[in-house]
């Protein structure tokens, strides 16, 4: 009796070793999982590379050509590697010549360019996620990723705001003109999903307009994902 319940367990457990072992191969062959990951470890990264502009620069570099294989792994032609390229090299190229020659305004068009190629990105991966065919685990990757990337388009979005109207947002009460990346994408993330723990405020219209639009941007983007899964599973009949 003893002994068959032991190799019962011993069983079930090389069973859950299995599926375990299965669910990570199919998982560590869904290529916007690395994409995911990559952008988290990117984002952590922030903080300790923010402090210098060579840091900067390497910090601009890594999630660009991440971001291009993004786009190459879910974009799947041509046209879209090129797009990527044509937007990524070049606002990769004006990040490091800005941060060489402390040029903000080069800084700024690499903002632009930035948030042009994330904008593509977001595009591909959204359609490529929203396709009407079998809902798989890299689409629900690629939805994350989408996620991630609209916290870091916004934060793009603000930086241009103020180098056009300084002091549009405010830092603990008081109206800045220029504000670190992890307290600029602190700040968005924090608007995206609603949360509203922030010491940043907006204080000029067209932020405050801005916050607006992302804040919907983050409901209405949650909602299409939850839709399209109830879509892909159905309630049961009877």
């Known amino acids: 009796m003893a002994s068959r319940y032991v190799d019962r367990s011993r069983k079930e457990i090389a069973s859950n070793v299995r599926d375990a072992r299965d669910t ?12 995911f990951c990559a952008l988290l470890v990117l984002l952590m990264a922030v903080p300790f590379l923010e402090g210098t502009p060579q840091g900067r620069i390497v910090f601009t570099a890594m999630h660009m050509s ?39 305004e080069l800084v700024i ?10 904008f593509v990105n977001v595009s591909y991966l959204m ?7 079998v809902l798989t685990m890299d689409k629900l990757y690629g939805a994350a990723a989408a996620f991630l990337m609209l916290g870091v388009l916004w934060g793009y979005f603000y930086f241009i705001l103020m180098w056009f109207h300084p002091g549009a947002l405010t830092l603990g009460g008081e109206p800045v003109s220029r504000m670190p990346p992890s307290t600029m994408l602190f ?12 010491d940043v405020m907006p204080a000029h219209p067209l932020a405050r ?15 299409v994902l939850i839709a399209r899964l109830a879509g892909t599973y159905p309630p049961r009949e009877g």
């Open 24 to 35: 990570l191969k199919v998982t560590l062959r869904q290529r916007c999982f690395y994409l």
């Open 109 to 118: 068009l690499s903002n632009a360019f930035a948030a042009a190629f994330y």
């Open 209 to 223: 307009m801005l916050c607006v639009f992302e804040m919907i941007t983050g409901v209405m983007f949650l909602a």
């Open 66 to 104: 991440v971001l291009i294989a993004g786009i190459a792994a879910v974009g799947r032609s041509a046209g879209g590697v090129l797009i990527g390229v044509l937007l990524g090299v070049p606002a990769a190229a004006f990040m490091a010549m800005g941060q060489l020659s402390d040029a903000r």
């Open 187 to 198: 700040f968005s993330f924090v608007t995206l999903t609603s949360t509203g723990m922030s």
């Open 127 to 133: 359609s490529y996620a929203m396709r009407r065919d």
